[in-house]
């Protein structure tokens, strides 16, 4: 699933020695390409209550890389790692129920574990906060909130947030109308590759001029 944050985790220096081995072991030989090899590390670490394990083998079990690709073990998996805290695995979990892929699509719960991730400073969890409060999906359509959690996180960098922004000020909502800001926030945007930016900035400087 193209959307899931797709990475592997790095060593946590906080991780207890009994299952520490097992992850560095994973990790190394995820780095040497041993697929194989890394799942059955993470799977041990993971067996021992490794948050972090349990996320990177979620995410091989979502893309099918060193073990059959299987989302409903993905969903199991980011849920062991969620209610461990790792907030990455509760923000693929989210995209999960979002898009129904191993489990039952279901809105609100999407809605509540974007929510929980946002409040422990993810960005891309305030992002798709911002925009089920936008879209009123899982939760009740409320601009206010979706364009103050689109402008923290433009301000944090991202792109998409930054888009959406500017819609917000083209159109209206949530905020009046102004586009001069649409379009600078078109712009940002696009100079950060968001091709869609990018032809709205130039649909707008036109109508603008």
Excluded at 15 to 38: C, I
Excluded at 71 to 80: G, M, N, P, R, S
Excluded at 166 to 179: E, P
């Amino acid at each position: 699933m193209k959307r899931l944050c797709y990475f592997i985790s790095v060593f946590f220096l906080g991780t207890s020695f009994v299952y520490a081995n097992d992850l560095m072991q994973g990790l190394g030989a995820y780095e040497r390409q041993d697929f194989v090899k890394a799942a059955e590390y993470f799977e041990a670490s993971c067996a021992n209550g490794n948050a972090e394990a349990c996320y990177n083998l979620a995410n091989m079990y979502d893309a099918g890389v060193g073990v059959y690709k299987n989302d409903t073990k993905a969903v199991e998996l980011f849920t062991k790692a969620c209610e461990g805290g790792f907030s990455d695995a509760c923000y693929n979990l989210g995209m999960m129920y979002d898009s129904g892929e191993g489990v039952q699509k279901d809105a609100i719960k999407a809605f509540t574990l974007f929510y929980k991730t946002c409040e422990s400073g993810h960005t891309r969890g305030c992002y798709s906060v911002a925009l089920m409060y936008y879209k009123g999906q899982g939760v009740q359509k409320n601009y206010a909130k979706a364009f103050e959690l689109f402008e923290k996180t433009c301000n944090e960098g991202y792109e998409k947030s930054c888009y959406n922004l500017g819609v917000m000020y083209r159109n209206g909502q949530g905020v009046q109308k102004d586009l001069n800001k649409a379009l600078t926030l078109y712009q940002k945007a696009c100079e950060q590759g968001l091709s869609i930016a990018c032809d709205k900035y130039g649909k707008l400087k036109s109508e603008m001029q």
